[in-house]
């Protein structure tokens, strides 16, 4: 009979092979990102260093623990546990630098939005990009339709409200000016800095997430270390899990 309960150590495999199928994947992704990297390496491609290190970590970690599962040696268990702890400190300390810097980037962003707006209209071919802008992400100046004085651009006339960033809202154009009679209500500054916040919140979805799933790991292999530390000690049958 083993050491640890038959229930928690089937659960605390399955989801280990499930984060070294994970590890898999990531692996896989690496190589084709690689290759796409050297490629444009001639160009300053990215380094993809990063992808390799969590990929292994992951498919790495994932095999260590199965095996301290299966072999219910002490030490693997600790070696183990001792992993979930410093991925959990990283994982929080990551997420709140993530955090953080959303909410000075979306401090900084509001604060410049005004001045860049008043550059782009005094130069010719910086409104004409701003009007493909608007024409795309189905939006209306920079950080508003007065950007544009008293002559709103067709660019602006709220047609079409489903834009690539979701669907949009039409409001009037300002009182005294000229131009379509229903404009994009949002503004560019707005969309864009969405795509940002998208990345932002991703990001924090995956390392809270990660933190929440090593503190279970870390919490089952110190009930597993326990479970086994105490069947050596009395030499006796593996305890039930309902006693812990």
Same mark, same amino acid.
């Given at each position: $009979?083993? =050491?640890i309960n038959g229930c928690l150590k089937c659960l605390f495999i399955f989801f280990n092979v499930l984060f070294a199928i994970v590890g898999c994947v990531l692996i896989y992704l690496a190589v084709e990102v690689t290759a796409v990297a050297i490629q444009m390496s001639a160009f300053g491609g990215p380094n993809v260093g990063w992808i390799w290190v969590i990929a292994f970590g992951i498919f790495g970690i994932s095999s260590l623990g199965i095996f301290a599962a299966c072999s219910e040696k002490v030490l693997f268990l600790k070696i183990f546990a001792g992993f979930m702890g410093i991925g959990m400190i990283i994982m929080l300390i990551f997420g709140t630098v993530v955090a953080v810097l959303r909410n000075k980037v979306k401090d900084m962003y509001q604060h410049e939005a005004k001045q860049f707006a008043t550059h782009i209209m005094k130069d010719t071919d910086s409104k004409k990009m701003l009007e493909r802008i608007q024409e795309i992400v189905k939006c209306c100046g920079v950080v508003g339709a007065d950007d544009w004085g008293t002559e709103i651009p067709l660019s602006c006339d709220c047609k079409d409200t489903s834009g690539p960033l979701g669907h949009t809202t039409c409001k009037s154009k300002p009182m005294g000016s000229t131009g379509p009679a229903q404009i994009y209500s949002m503004t560019c500054s707005d969309s864009i800095f969405?795509?940002?916040? $998208? /990345? /932002? =919140?991703v990001s924090m979805g995956f390392l809270f997430g990660f933190a929440v799933t090593a503190l279970m790991g870390l919490l089952i292999s110190i009930l597993m270390i326990h479970q086994v530390t105490r069947h050596d000690s009395i030499g006796g049958p593996s305890i039930a899990m309902k006693g812990y």
């Amino acid at each position: $009979m083993g =050491k640890i309960n038959g229930c928690l150590k089937c659960l605390f495999i399955f989801f280990n092979v499930l984060f070294a199928i994970v590890g898999c994947v990531l692996i896989y992704l690496a190589v084709e990102v690689t290759a796409v990297a050297i490629q444009m390496s001639a160009f300053g491609g990215p380094n993809v260093g990063w992808i390799w290190v969590i990929a292994f970590g992951i498919f790495g970690i994932s095999s260590l623990g199965i095996f301290a599962a299966c072999s219910e040696k002490v030490l693997f268990l600790k070696i183990f546990a001792g992993f979930m702890g410093i991925g959990m400190i990283i994982m929080l300390i990551f997420g709140t630098v993530v955090a953080v810097l959303r909410n000075k980037v979306k401090d900084m962003y509001q604060h410049e939005a005004k001045q860049f707006a008043t550059h782009i209209m005094k130069d010719t071919d910086s409104k004409k990009m701003l009007e493909r802008i608007q024409e795309i992400v189905k939006c209306c100046g920079v950080v508003g339709a007065d950007d544009w004085g008293t002559e709103i651009p067709l660019s602006c006339d709220c047609k079409d409200t489903s834009g690539p960033l979701g669907h949009t809202t039409c409001k009037s154009k300002p009182m005294g000016s000229t131009g379509p009679a229903q404009i994009y209500s949002m503004t560019c500054s707005d969309s864009i800095f969405s795509i940002a916040d $998208m /990345f /932002f =919140k991703v990001s924090m979805g995956f390392l809270f997430g990660f933190a929440v799933t090593a503190l279970m790991g870390l919490l089952i292999s110190i009930l597993m270390i326990h479970q086994v530390t105490r069947h050596d000690s009395i030499g006796g049958p593996s305890i039930a899990m309902k006693g812990y």
